[in-house]
């Protein structure tokens, strides 16, 4: 059974950074395209990013606008959200999820990811 435990979270103030992390157990997942999604409260939840099994891929929805950062670390089942510039609006919970089959290719949509997490609360507020 995989199991992924977001970490993290916590109150920043409007320009600021914080680094999200997900660990992943029950079965290494190293091989599998990862990714972040985020839900406001009172709406839908949302594409942040995914990154490849490789870690050499990475795409992000468009208002990301290159300040966020996804990176993993294989060899500790880790996957990290570096967030910066945070703007009220990227209030939220954040969700890591994995792509159940190995070696499959990054992905935007919810319904490609197998497995996830019970997410971390990020609210950026001053």
């Known amino acids: 059974q995989v199991q992924l435990v977001e970490s993290g979270g916590g109150l920043v103030q409007p320009g600021g950074s914080l680094r999200i992390s997900c660990v992943s157990s029950?079965?290494?997942?190293?091989?599998?395209?990862m990714g972040w999604f985020r839900q406001a409260p009172g709406k839908d939840r949302e594409f942040v990013g995914t990154?490849?099994?490789?870690?050499?891929?990475?795409s992000y929805a468009s208002f990301v606008k290159a300040r966020f950062i996804i990176s993993r670390d294989n060899a500790k089942n880790m996957l990290y959200l570096q967030m910066n510039s945070l703007k009220p609006e990227d209030t939220g919970t954040y969700y890591c999820?994995?792509?159940?089959?190995?070696?499959?290719?990054?992905?935007?949509?919810?319904?490609?990811?197998?497995?996830w997490g019970q997410g971390t609360q990020v609210p950026v507020s001053s």
């Open positions: 999820a994995s792509r159940g089959d190995s070696l499959s290719g990054t992905a935007v949509e919810e319904h490609e990811y197998d497995f």
């Open positions: 029950g079965r290494t997942l190293s091989n599998n395209a």
């Open positions: 990154i490849s099994w490789s870690g050499l891929t990475t």
